[in-house]
């Protein structure tokens, strides 16, 4: 796939601004041991279930939609994707979970139980997390053993790795946030409670962990919240720390140095005086305002597995990469913004508003590119090809060569379609 005529004039190189790393501690000057945590047991369960040596039920119906070529086959009645992998996904319907792969079906059933009224919010291979308003739930897929807990605020940010899960919360309305750990067995582990404030335009405020993923191979939980990145080990120690904010006051201040060096003449008339003071005054107005917005949420962040960096796009367009210590490696800024950032098949996929498209390494370096019609939704790889499915924002379905960039236009599509294969 061939790049952009005048790709160069999309980005321009910003010098890294070299940061410390913190020390890893689960008591740190950004967060602490919780001392006291914001829930209560209410309950465990077991749960009934069924087993059955075949999917065809849950692909019941052999009605076929003529927008979806190739498939012969469906579920009889609508049903929520929470999960697949190589040889497996996970499904929600009817009050009823169902694990299912080519060979087998496992149903877990929750109508009659204390999870009848709570929703099924994350789910992986073995458990799944489930809520309703303050009462959150998790399932161990092969004990069928669930728990239940109520906390004293709604939790917002959810996620699931092997063998363990997290819960977000916080104290007040105002924070500040706590993070909470439990096993599959519905133990708790560990709490921290985060300590950072910061200024923005609405007053000051606290982290709290509004965005919390888990790395594919558990090993890295990362929690962002306003313009910080956390990147944390399952036993609540802090490997690494981002904040935008830092960087841009790096660059405010380099800015007022030089607005300084050229206004530091001593003035030679009543006017120059005047305008010097009148500079100065317009320049610390502007400059404390700028500082204010210094702590609004970046866009997206995204995290490749293999080298422990993660990427981050803010609303600007600035593009960062960062190492596993929290240092800033490289740095681009695109001339317009975009929303779509994902780490895929060893790549980072970043697509902006008009639609434009690229493909770069770990390094910040350009593979490839490609121009859509609009901004994507979502971006798949078609298995055993060398193609992409892309979901636009004009909710139709494209195929995307990404050897030759040919774009061919399909049927109409939906954001939250998905796209995978199962072994067998």
């Not at 409670?193 to 939980?221: A, Q, W």
């Not at 078609?382 to 040919?406: A, F, H, M, W």
Request: aromatic fraction near 12%; charged fraction near 25%; charge should be neutral.
């Amino acid at each position: 796939m061939g790049l952009f005529d005048g790709i160069k004039k999309m980005f321009s190189d910003v010098k890294p601004e070299k940061t410390n790393s913190p020390a890893s501690s689960r008591e740190n000057s950004y967060y602490q041991s919780v001392k006291k945590p914001l829930f209560n047991q209410a309950i465990k369960v077991k749960l009934a279930s069924e087993r059955e040596n075949t999917w065809n039920n849950f692909f019941s119906s052999t009605k076929t939609n003529e927008k979806l070529e190739g498939f012969d086959r469906r579920t009889g009645q609508k049903v929520r994707l929470h999960y697949y992998g190589s040889d497996m996904f996970v499904a929600e319907r009817s009050n009823c979970i169902e694990i299912v792969s080519k060979a087998n079906l496992k149903r877990i059933f929750l109508k009659d139980t204390p999870f009848s009224e709570m929703s099924v919010q994350e789910a992986n291979a073995r458990g799944a997390i489930l809520e309703d308003k303050e009462r959150i739930g998790f399932i161990n897929f092969n004990s069928l053993e669930g728990a239940i807990y109520k906390f004293q605020w709604q939790p917002f940010s959810k996620a699931l790795a092997d063998g363990y899960w997290l819960i977000g919360t916080r104290e007040t309305y105002n924070g500040p946030g706590e993070l909470y750990c439990f096993s599959f067995t519905g133990e708790y582990q560990w709490g921290i409670r985060f300590t950072e404030k910061m200024d923005t335009m609405f007053g000051r405020i606290e982290v709290t962990p509004y965005h919390l993923r888990v790395s594919n191979d558990s090993t890295d939980i990362l929690v962002s919240s306003m313009d910080r990145l956390y990147r944390i080990n399952p036993d609540g120690s802090l490997a690494m720390r981002v904040a935008i904010s830092e960087l841009k006051e790096a660059e405010l201040q380099e800015k007022e140095r030089k607005q300084g060096a050229k206004y530091s003449s001593k003035p030679k008339t009543d006017q120059e005086a005047i305008e010097k003071v009148a500079n100065e005054m317009a320049q610390s107005f502007i400059s404390g305002f700028t500082r204010l917005t210094f702590n609004s949420p970046f866009t997206g962040f995204a995290h490749d597995p293999g080298t422990d960096m993660v990427f981050i796009l803010e609303n600007e367009g600035r593009l960062t990469g960062w190492d596993k210590k929290g240092i800033l490696i490289w740095s681009l800024t695109f001339k317009e913004s975009g929303r779509y950032l994902k780490w895929l098949d060893e790549k980072l996929v970043i697509c902006l508003e008009s639609g434009q498209t690229f493909w770069l390494n770990h390094k910040g370096e350009f593979a490839y590119a490609a121009k859509l019609p609009k901004q994507a939704s979502a971006v798949l790889p078609i298995p055993d090809q060398e193609k992409y499915l892309v979901v636009c924002q004009d909710n139709r379905l494209y195929e995307l060569d990404k050897t030759s960039g040919e774009l061919v236009a399909g049927m109409e599509g939906h954001p939250g379609m998905q796209l995978f294969q199962i072994e067998g």
